[in-house]
Nanobody
Framework: VQLQASGGGLVQAGGSLRLSCAAS?????????MGWFRQAPGKAREFVAS????????SYADSVKGRFTISRDNAQSTVFLQMNSLKSDDTAVYYC?????????????????WGRGTLVTVSS
């Protein structure tokens, strides 16, 4: 399974970005939960959001609750992360990952496939 994240870029504080993560071959992730993590310069990787296989259960890090929304389109084998009200603290490389199970969560050790990441830079 290969995961390709895209949609990162430079945005001003308060702005929005939408990240996408496409899995290939298609439909290889439809039974698995998916997640987004991020790693800021000089910091450890941290959990951002996860979504279960059906797309009807999500979880978020406290730092992004109310601002970020994770969603998925299983027909297109794609997961999205809509990021609104961006802050400078959101600057990081964002990674998508496929969970071992259908239900997801914040434990990075339970994710088996990882994409290369896409850089999000928020200017203040």
């Amino acid at each position: 399974v290969q995961l390709q994240a895209s949609g990162g870029g430079l945005v001003q504080a308060g702005g929005s970005l939408r990240l996408s993560c496409a899995a290939s071959p298609k439909r290889t992730s439809s039974n698995n939960a998916m997640g987004w993590f991020r790693q800021a310069p000089g910091k450890a990787r941290e959990f951002v959001a996860s979504i279960n296989w059906r797309g009807d259960s999500t979880s978020y890090a406290d730092s992004v609750k109310g601002r970020f929304t994770i969603s998925r389109d299983n027909a297109q084998s794609t997961v999205f992360l809509q990021m609104n009200s961006l802050k400078s603290d959101d600057t990081a490389v964002y990674y998508c990952a496929q969970h071992l199970s259908s239900y997801g969560g914040a434990d990075s050790s339970r994710y088996r496939y990882w994409g290369r990441g896409t850089l999000v830079t928020v200017s203040s």
